[in-house]
């Protein structure tokens, strides 16, 4: 009998083991932007054993090729599964709330409703979930009255994650101020973020892009400038340091050596990608007064992305001009 239980045991072991492999393969492969090839492992994880992780990943990969309702199902069970897990919570409010923005009338304040549930609830579970914060932020700020929205109510979420999570929590009180279009509140918060953590690049890119909104020009460039200086050759910064200069016209050598050294990167995974890039570098070009290389840049942009308008109109009016 010992023998039995001890051999039973064992292989209850191995087989747990195993599909904790078979898990963390389908992690690896979701997270290196293979989610089809994850969905077969998850989906035989889940017929093996119902694990929350198998539903939520589905989720994910449903949430992604835009099949809400089916994400949304896959969230239920991973929070059924797991109803501690704040961010299995938190994405069952993505689900909610894509929902919403794409039902009927009818059905848009039942799932409004369900999806801010689910976004409280995820902070109730992790008071730090930052983007579960920023989420209920901006459910607040968008939804009426009716729907439980209210600007006190979302300076209060900004206020609560600034105790625990300085840097986002002042970005999320400026996201608040410029709401109410107190901008040079909204600054001095944003200024605040990149003081209390400068190395959360993230602050820096949010005080740039709220200086561009404005059109403070050499605020913007300060801060991307700083980011630069911060994480040296980062991409973004190189990107919105020409982009500054295109909606400026000021600094547009700088502008054309950023483009430049961000074209030659050559990577441009989650960033905008070489057409748009090569659309600013032609406005440089063609605000510096160079034609011939703006045309040239206009072509290259179009030629990688034929669908893209705004450079096909750049190239357009740069052709009459050069006659």
């Known amino acids: 009998m010992r023998w039995t239980i001890g051999w039973s045991l064992v292989l209850a072991l191995t087989v747990g083991a195993s599909w904790a492999e078979e898990l963390d393969d389908a992690i690896a492969l979701f997270e290196d932007g293979r989610p089809e090839d994850a969905r077969a492992l998850f989906q ?89 914060r920023e989420s209920l932020v901006e459910y607040y700020l968008q939804a009426p009255g009716i729907a439980g929205g209210g600007d006190d109510k979302a300076e209060t979420q900004a206020r609560e994650l600034m105790a625990i999570e300085p840097a986002p929590g002042h970005r999320l009180l400026a996201r608040v101020y410029s709401d109410r279009e107190m901008n040079a509140e909204a600054l001095a918060s944003y200024q605040k973020a990149v003081e209390s953590d400068p190395s959360d690049r993230h602050s820096y890119y949010a005080l740039g892009f709220h200086q561009q909104a404005q059109e403070r020009w050499h605020g913007a460039f300060d801060a991307f400038e700083a980011a630069l200086e911060r994480f040296p050759g980062d991409p973004d910064a190189l990107y919105q340091i020409g982009r500054t200069g ?78």
């Open 246 to 323: 295109v909606l400026s016209g000021q600094r547009l050598e700088r502008a054309r050596k950023t483009l430049l050294e961000y074209l030659a990167l050559e990577d441009f995974e989650d960033t905008p990608g070489e057409a748009a890039a090569r659309w600013r570098l032609g406005m440089v070009y063609e605000q510096l007064g160079n034609l011939a290389n703006a045309v040239e840049q206009f072509e290259a942009s179009v030629r990688l992305d034929a669908d893209f308008p705004p450079a096909r109109e750049s190239l357009k009016s740069a052709r009459r001009k050069v006659g």
């Open 44 to 132: 035989e994880a889940w017929k093996e054993r119902p694990r929350p992780a198998a539903a939520y990943y589905l989720g994910r990969i449903d949430f992604s090729s835009g099949e809400m309702e089916a994400a949304t199902e896959w969230f239920e069970q991973a929070v059924e599964l797991d109803p501690r897990n704040a961010d299995y919570t938190f994405w069952l409010g993505n689900g909610w709330g894509r929902q919403a923005r794409e039902a009927s009338i009818f059905r848009q304040l039942g799932l409004a409703k369900k999806c801010r549930t689910a976004y409280e609830r995820a902070v109730e579970l992790d008071p730090g979930h930052v983007r579960a």
